[in-house]
């Protein structure tokens, strides 16, 4: 049963530390997406890679988080310095990216992030 | 986008069918509706999709008017596990499959 894996799944850390995620997108599936979850906000959609290259991080704040595919098996999100603010539910998402088929992504199980 | 409208919370009985509705009276022609769901502290769970045929699969029937303007995904059968948020969102054709979730539907299923 292919599925999507992040690493940590949990992570409490202090501000003005480096935090760095880690997701492992489903065999072949060439588009990986990572979005963050607070209750204030919903669900955001931070950034998005077709074939490893980026294709949209406008949801992203450029300052402070960063996000690359090394390779086609990890995708990493990077947050240096952290804040507080930066505390959620982080989840990767990846999808075949077939025409017809972009919106049927297959989502991790998230790393929750406190920031203290 | 087309941004979506969905009701904030609805009940279903357990057993009963679970209807729940979706406005999207602003989705052009090349914009597919997509069903998530979202089971308290998982990552969100793809249900079905289409573009203006009804579908149906193992999970759920969606059906879209006409018009294009609103659809509805029904649970045939809601189970306690079904409890969840559903969001509605409309996704461009061949656009990298940027999706934007709302607020969504509280489901709760109730014995």
């Known amino acids: 049963d292919a599925r999507v894996t992040q690493t940590p799944r949990h992570k409490v850390t202090e501000m003005g530390q480096e935090v760095t995620m880690r997701c492992q997108p489903i065999l072949g599936h060439n588009t990986v997406f990572w979005y963050r979850q607070t209750m204030m906000q919903g669900l955001e959609l931070l950034a998005y890679?077709?074939?490893?290259?980026?294709?949209?991080d406008s949801g992203m704040p450029k300052d402070r988080f960063s996000a690359e595919m090394p390779d086609a098996t990890l995708a990493t999100l990077k947050i240096q310095p952290s804040e507080p603010r930066d505390s959620a539910v982080y989840f990767c998402?990846?999808?075949?990216?077939?025409?017809?088929?972009?919106?049927?992504?297959?989502f991790g199980p998230g790393t929750r992030l406190t920031v203290l | 986008d087309a941004k979506t409208t969905q009701p904030p919370s609805m009940d279903c009985a357990e057993g009963r069918a679970a209807n729940l509705p979706c406005n999207h009276s602003?989705?052009?022609?090349?914009?597919?509706v997509y069903w998530y769901r979202q089971i308290h502290s998982q990552g969100p769970q793809y249900i079905i999709h289409?573009?203006?045929n009804n579908e149906t699969n193992e999970m759920a029937s969606l059906i879209i008017t006409e018009d294009r303007k609103s659809s509805t995904l029904i649970l045939p059968h809601a189970t306690l596990r079904d409890t969840a948020v559903y969001y509605c969102i409309v996704c461009l054709y061949n656009q990298g499959g940027k999706l934007i979730f709302g607020q969504g539907t509280e489901l709760s299923v109730k014995p």
């Open positions: 289409g573009l203006k």
């Open positions: 890679f077709r074939n490893r290259a980026p294709l949209d």
């Open positions: 602003t989705i052009s022609g090349n914009e597919y």
């Open positions: 998402a990846s999808g075949s990216g077939l025409a017809g088929l972009e919106g049927e992504q297959f």
